[in-house]
């Protein structure tokens, strides 16, 4: 899965980064965050039918594997100025989160629970013609 450069601005005073319209290459409709993830605990568990979204670490870091039906990857997120590009039909999980990790998501739409498949046999199916 493609590792996205977040433009940044370095400055003595700290860097800024900037996600921008050219940044990802959908439109963001939605925008949430993980925080307060307990090391042991894990995120995700599903993929999207329709729906791509874009994963920075703002702080600190965790790992997200990644699942296409044929091949698995992980990815360690770590630098707020590199994001994880998930297309649609991903599965994905996201573990091991250190203390104090913050995991933004910008994602191409709104909430839909029918774009969720959250059973991993409905995945199989979904990506197996």
């Known amino acids: 899965m493609p590792i996205i450069e977040i433009p940044k601005i370095k400055d003595a005073r700290g860097n800024l980064a900037v996600i921008e319209k050219e940044t990802v290459p ?9 925080f307060d993830v307990p090391s042991d605990a894990y995120r995700g568990g599903h993929a999207h039918k329709e729906q791509l979204e874009f994963l920075v670490a703002l ?3 965790f790992e997200v ?3 296409n039906g044929k091949t698995k990857e992980k990815v360690m997120l ?3 100025d590199k994001g994880l590009l998930i297309p649609t039909g991903v599965w994905r999980e996201l573990e091991n989160f250190s203390s104090g990790a913050v995991c933004l998501v910008l994602a191409s739409d709104v909430f839909d629970e029918a774009d969720y498949i959250r059973d991993y046999t409905s995945f199989e199916r ?4």
Do not use: A, C, Q
């Not at 959908?26 to 993980?34: A, C, E, N, P, S």
């Open 26 to 34: 959908f439109d963001i409709k939605r925008v949430y965050y993980l």
């Open 59 to 61: 702080s600190g870091s």
């Open 65 to 67: 594997i990644l699942d």
């Open 78 to 80: 770590n630098k707020p």
């Open 126 to 129: 979904f990506v197996t013609p």
